[in-house]
């Protein structure tokens, strides 16, 4: 069963430290994203990315940095600036194009601060 | 802005009567709609998408543009119908944007 991986799925931080989410597809989609899921408040975009080395903040951007250096990777970097970082965080991917596909998810990654 | 609203957090039915799951939208444009389903220890994952316009295990939604609304629909609910549901928007661009999600629980 291929499609998103998430790693790992649970993950404890230390006040200050900056900690990093692994997130890796092989459906070849050029899109990818990362959300962020707290209780009650649905899924919110952290950021996307439509292509290689090109991305774009979301509407929760902040304190969060990404890279695409390749098409089927997307980390995402929890820094020490985010004021709450404990939440469930979402990847998810589909094929770029007009926003009329859907998304393929993965597993999801819990983050907790020590 | 954009915005989708589920009014119901929680929504519990009895099998075999028919259930609504509302969805909301504000966006100034063409949008796009969506609904997702999560079962238990499963991954979130696409149920329907308007464009389609298919019915997938029984569920229909129809995109109201007056009323702005995406509700999803099905006449007999199923046990196994029993999930979080979230309804979705893209007005392109590869941006979507989700609601708070309403968890369905068919009671047997």
């Known amino acids: 069963d291929g499609g998103i991986t998430q790693s790992p799925k649970y993950l404890f931080r230390k006040e200050g430290q900056n900690v990093t989410l692994s997130c890796e597809q092989n459906?070849?989609?050029?899109?990818m994203y990362w959300y962020r899921q707290d209780p009650g408040q649905g899924l919110r975009l952290i950021y996307y990315?439509?292509?290689?080395?090109?991305?774009q903040k979301g509407d929760i951007a902040e304190g969060y940095s990404v890279s695409r250096e390749k098409k089927e990777s997307f980390p995402l970097t929890v820094t020490s600036a985010q004021k709450n970082p404990t939440a469930f965080y979402l990847c998810?991917?589909?094929?770029?194009?007009?926003?009329?596909?859907?998304?393929?998810f993965g597993d999801g990654t819990r983050l907790s601060i020590l | 802005a954009q915005r989708v609203t589920q009014p119901e957090k929680l929504l519990s039915v009895f099998k075999g009567a028919p259930v609504e799951l509302k969805c909301n939208y504000s966006?100034?444009?063409?949008?796009?709609l969506f609904w997702y389903v999560q079962y238990s220890r499963q991954r979130l994952q696409l149920l329907l998408r308007?464009?389609s316009r298919e019915s997938i295990k029984g569920f229909t939604a129809d995109l109201n543009k007056g009323e702005t609304s995406f509700h999803l629909k099905k006449p007999f609910a199923q046990e196994e119908d029993s999930a979080m549901y979230y309804c979705?928007?893209?007005?392109?661009?590869?941006?979507?944007?989700f609601g708070t999600g309403t968890s369905l629980t068919v009671i047997p």
């Open positions: 966006y100034s444009g063409s949008p796009e």
């Open positions: 990315s439509q292509i290689v080395n090109d991305f």
């Open positions: 979705a928007l893209s007005g392109g661009g590869n941006q979507f944007y």
């Open positions: 459906l070849n989609h050029d899109a």
């Open positions: 998810a991917s589909s094929i770029a194009g007009t926003g009329l596909q859907p998304q393929h």
């Open positions: 308007h464009i």
